[in-house]
């Protein structure tokens, strides 16, 4: 299976960047093809230009300055997110990753009898998400209604693929947790990525 792995990152030494080690080498290990995107790393500018907010509703859309990145995701079958939530949410990098490169003619098309989009990136067959928290799980879920996961699953993946497998992972109270819970969980991140076939 075709993977894009997606990190959004600035330190090279940060435990997302252990998880993306960890999802990267598993994959491998089992046969699967990683497409690593470290974000950062290739120097992502995640701000939609003037020229692409003009143009979002022409058709064709003028997908050119991210074409490279857009390649990547059309040939992938499964779309792996490592990321921390910063403020109960994505990193603003991977904010301008959907923004610039889940375009229109791309991750869906808008219908031209009203307002819903048609989902378009159908060769993604499995969404995953594995994340890190500051808070307590119990403040990510009931204070604020797990905000990343309704964002993605409701949000994003469904409206690309509507029969997309979603799942996310998260390490929560990630600011007081031991090298022990951390070694747990990439345990975790290896053990749960045994089903992707």
Known sequence: MRVLLVLAHP??????????????ETLEANGHTVDLLDLYAENFDPRLTERERRGYFDVPYDISDVAGLVARLKVAETLILVFPQWWFNL???????????????VAFHHDKAGGRIVPQLTNIRHFWVFTTTGSP?????????????????????IFCNR???????????????????????????????????
């Open 11 to 24: 330190l090279s030494e940060s435990f997302a960047a252990s998880v993306a080690r960890t999802v990267r």
């Open 137 to 157: 799980w119990w403040v990510v879920k009931f204070y604020m209604g797990d905000p990343v996961r309704r964002q993605l699953r409701r949000g994003i993946a």
């Open 91 to 105: 990193p603003a990098i991977l904010k301008g990753f959907f923004d610039r490169v889940f375009a229109p003619g």
């Open 163 to 197: 029969k997309v497998d979603f799942r996310m992972l998260a390490l929560h109270d990630m600011d007081r947790a031991t090298e022990a819970r951390r070694a747990a969980h990439l345990e975790r991140v290896r053990t749960a990525l045994q089903v992707l076939r």
